[in-house]
C-alpha cells in the first residue's frame, strides 16, 4: 500500500468518524481482485477452477471503537454507514457485504464489537473480476486480526462466501473469496470446489501476456440470471443423482448420464457446459505446464462459445469482442466473471495489445457506442495486512 493511500484513508477515516475515547489503534488491509483463467461457472457445481489474484487491489483502514457501532465509509462512493443493526440496507448496497461478515462471523461465536472502517479501491466494479468478494475478504481478514480469531485463510474465504449468499443474496461459489484469502504471487489455484482441495502452479508462458478488455456493460449477478443458472445446475444435479446416488455434484456426471436423466433443453445445456468445462480445465493446466500457449488459447475460445451457447451467460457486446480478437488472431480470448457483461481475457503474443485494442476501440464504439478499456495486469498475492 503507497504512502498516499494509507494517508488518504487513515485521514478520512479521522474526518468522518472522529476519535472515541475507546479508539484502538489504525490497522492496514488490502485484498486482490481476481481472473479466473479457466472453469468458469462450475465453481457451485464441484468443479475444477484455475483463477489467480491480480494486482488490482482494495484497501482498508479498520480500528475498534468502543461503541458498539459499526462506522462505515466507501470512499470511492464518497458515502457513509452507521449501525447497530445487522439489516439489508437498500439505498447502499455497499455496505451489505461488510455487514454480512459480521452477521456470519457472530453465527459462527466470533467475537465482533463496535469498529471504524474506510475503505478505497481501484478494483473497477461491475467488470467481473471479484470487487465485492475483494471486500468480503479484506473484512474478514481484518476482523480476524483485530478481534483475534483463530480461523485459517480457508474459512474466512468461506464466512466471505456465506456474507454473499446469506446476507447479499447471491448464490455465488467459493472461487472467488477463496483465491483472494490464499493466493501467492506468480501463481494460479488449481481448486477442487467440491473437496476444496489445491494446489499452486506457476503462470509462466515466455512471450505470451494476458490482458483485460472491458466492454463497460455493467456486470451484475444480482439482477443478471446468474441465481436462476445456479437452479438449473442443482435440478439437473438432483436428476442425475436419483439415478446415480454417488453422483454428488454436476462435474461428477457424465454424458452418458445427463442423456439418461429426463433434464430439460436448459439443464441439458448448462450440463454441457459444465462437463466440458472439467475437460477444458484440465487441458488448460497440463498445457500450461508444458508452456503450449497455442493450446491454451484454443481452449479459451471453445470456453467461451460454451459460456455463450451452452450456459447462456454472455450478451452481444462480449461476443463481439472475443470474435474481433479471435479475428485479429490472438491466440485465445473468453467472457470471465458471471456473465452478461464485464471483461474479457485475451490471451496473446507480448506487444500486440496496444495497437490491437486502438483499432478494437473505435470499431467497438461505432457499433455499440460503448468506450471499452484495456487492463494491463500482473498476478498478485491474496489478502493481507500492509504495515
Known amino acids: 500500500m503507497t504512502l498516499s493511500i494509507r494517508e488518504n484513508l487513515s485521514s478520512s477515516l479521522s474526518r468522518i468518524f472522529p476519535d472515541t475515547p ?52 466507501s470512499l ?4 457513509e454507514f452507521v449501525t447497530n443493526d445487522l439489516i439489508y440496507s437498500e439505498e447502499k448496497s455497499w455496505a451489505n457485504y461488510i455487514l454480512g461478515v459480521v452477521s456470519e462471523a457472530r ?18 466494479q461491475g467488470a467481473g473480476l471479484s470487487s465485492s468478494a475483494a471486500v468480503e475478504v479484506g473484512t474478514a481478514f481484518a476482523l480476524s486480526k483485530i478481534f483475534h480469531w483463530d480461523i485459517s485463510l480457508e474459512k474466512i474465504a468461506l464466512l466471505a462466501q456465506a456474507a454473499e449468499n446469506h446476507f447479499v443474496g447471491v448464490n455465488c461459489g467459493i472461487m472467488d473469496q477463496f483465491v483472494i484469502a490464499v493466493a501467492k504471487p506468480s501463481t494460479c489455484i488449481s481448486l477442487n470446489t467440491e473437496s476444496l482441495e489445491y494446489s499452486y502452479h506457476n503462470l509462466d508462458l515466455p512471450g505470451y501476456e494476458f490482458y483485460l478488455i472491458d466492454s463497460q456493460v455493467p456486470h451484475s449477478l444480482k439482477e443478471s440470471e446468474y441465481n436462476n443458472r445456479r437452479k438449473e445446475v442443482e435440478s439437473a444435479t438432483s436428476k442425475c443423482n436419483k439415478l446415480s446416488p454417488e ?39 497440463r498445457f500450461l505446464k508444458d508452456k503450449d500457449a497455442e493450446k491454451v488459447g484454443k481452449e479459451l475460445f471453445s470456453c467461451h462459445e460454451s459460456l455463450s451457447q451452452n450456459f447462456q451467460v454472455s450478451c452481444k457486446e462480449i461476443d463481439f469482442i472475443v470474435e474481433w480478437f479471435h479475428s485479429a488472431n490472438v491466440l485465445g480470448a473468453r467472457m470471465i466473471g458471471g456473465g452478461f457483461g464485464g471483461c474479457v481475457l485475451v490471451l496473446d503474443k507480448e506487444g500486440r ?14 457499433k455499440f ?13 491474496g489478502v493481507r495486512e500492509d504495515s
Open 22 to 73: 475507546d479508539s484502538g489503534p489504525i490497522h492496514f488491509f488490502s485484498a486482490p481482485g481476481r481472473v479466473n483463467i479457466i472453469g468458469e461457472h462450475v465453481d457451485y457445481a464441484g468443479g475444477l477452477v484455475f483463477p489467480a489474484a491480480i494486482d488490482f487491489r482494495t484497501n482498508f483502514v479498520i480500528r475498534t471503537n468502543g461503541l458498539g457501532t459499526f462506522r462505515l465509509y
Open 76 to 79: 470511492d462512493f464518497q458515502s
Open 107 to 124: 453465527k459462527l461465536g466470533l467475537r465482533v464489537e463496535g469498529f471504524d472502517l474506510a475503505f478505497t479501491g481501484n478494483i473497477p
Open 247 to 285: 453422483v454428488r455434484t454436476l462435474s461428477q456426471a457424465n454424458f452418458s448420464l445427463i442423456e439418461k436423466a429426463n433434464l430439460t433443453q436448459s439443464e441439458f445445456k448448462r450440463a454441457t457446459h459444465i462437463l466440458g468445462e472439467k475437460s477444458r480445465a484440465q487441458n488448460v493446466i
Open 353 to 366: 495489445s496496444s495497437s490491437l485494442f486502438s483499432e478494437f476501440e473505435k470499431e467497438y464504439f461505432r
Open 369 to 381: 457506442g460503448l468506450n471499452a478499456k484495456i487492463y494491463k495486469f500482473s498476478i498478485s498475492e
